[in-house]
């Protein structure tokens, strides 16, 4: 199986803040890395599909790159309802894996 | 508009079975994968597998081979999944979600049911 290994597990950032997280995977998945938001007791939303497609619907300062092994998602000024845990999830193989979660507080 | 809406929350006891529904609304049902995902409390985001509500071929996660079952029902544009032999730590939120890409199981997950309480306690 694929691993997905999410850095930082936890983050602390400010309201105005640029952040990024990173996601490394275990062998080359090509572009197929997605990007997800989750806030307490609630489902995931799919912010960043393809490595690098915004999903209809999501502000334009979340961006993603990478490809093969390498992905980021910034953001680039943090606004408070930002404040979530991030996951990372490869869709290359037909095995989906996540990674193990970011989570982003306030400083 | 496009949903999912899952059925209610269950309580089993060790051993037991459960099974999850999860009916689509608002586009084509057959026309894109569903995976099935799990999340155990203060836990992150375990991907269970997916089915194709096309041809009712499906794809399960290693760790859940023997135990999981994923069906549908295309005439009700419902999935299905069902876990048995639990455990407690089966303990879970289970969501269904809708594979972005038509007939593929590549791409995000852009429709997300409301999640699906299992608790397993003697």
């Known amino acids: 199986d694929i691993q997905m290994t999410q850095s930082p597990s936890s983050l602390s950032a400010s309201v105005g803040d640029r952040v990024t997280i990173t996601c490394r995977a275990s062998?080359?998945?090509?572009?197929?890395l997605n990007w997800y938001q989750q806030k307490p007791g609630k489902a995931p939303k799919l912010l960043i599909y393809?490595?690098?497609s915004l999903q209809s619907g999501v502000p334009s300062r979340f961006s993603g790159s990478g490809s093969g092994t390498d992905f980021t998602l910034t953001i680039s000024s943090l606004q408070p309802e930002d404040f979530a845990t991030y996951y990372c999830?490869?869709?290359?193989?037909?095995?989906?894996?996540f990674g193990q979660g970011t989570k982003l507080e306030i400083k | 508009q496009v949903q999912l809406v899952q059925s209610g929350a269950e309580v089993k006891k060790p051993g037991a079975s459960v099974k999850v529904s999860c009916k689509a609304s608002?586009?084509?049902?057959?026309?894109?994968?569903m995976h099935w995902v799990r999340q155990a409390p203060g836990q992150g985001l375990e991907w269970m597998g997916w089915?194709?509500?096309?041809?009712?071929?499906?794809n399960y996660a290693q760790k859940f081979q023997g135990r999981v079952t994923m069906t549908r029902d295309t005439s009700i544009s419902t999935a299905y999944m069902e876990l048995s032999r639990l455990r407690s730590d089966d303990t879970a939120v289970y969501y269904c979600?809708?594979?972005?890409?038509?007939?593929?199981?590549?791409?995000?997950?852009?429709?997300w049911g409301q999640g699906t309480t299992v608790t397993v306690s003697s």
């Open positions: 979600a809708r594979a972005i890409y038509s007939g593929s199981y590549r791409g995000g997950m852009d429709v």
């Open positions: 608002g586009y084509t049902f057959t026309g894109y994968y």
């Open positions: 089915i194709n509500p096309n041809s009712g071929g499906t």
């Open positions: 062998q080359s998945i090509s572009s197929y």
């Open positions: 393809a490595a690098s």
């Open positions: 999830q490869q869709s290359y193989s037909t095995l989906g894996t």
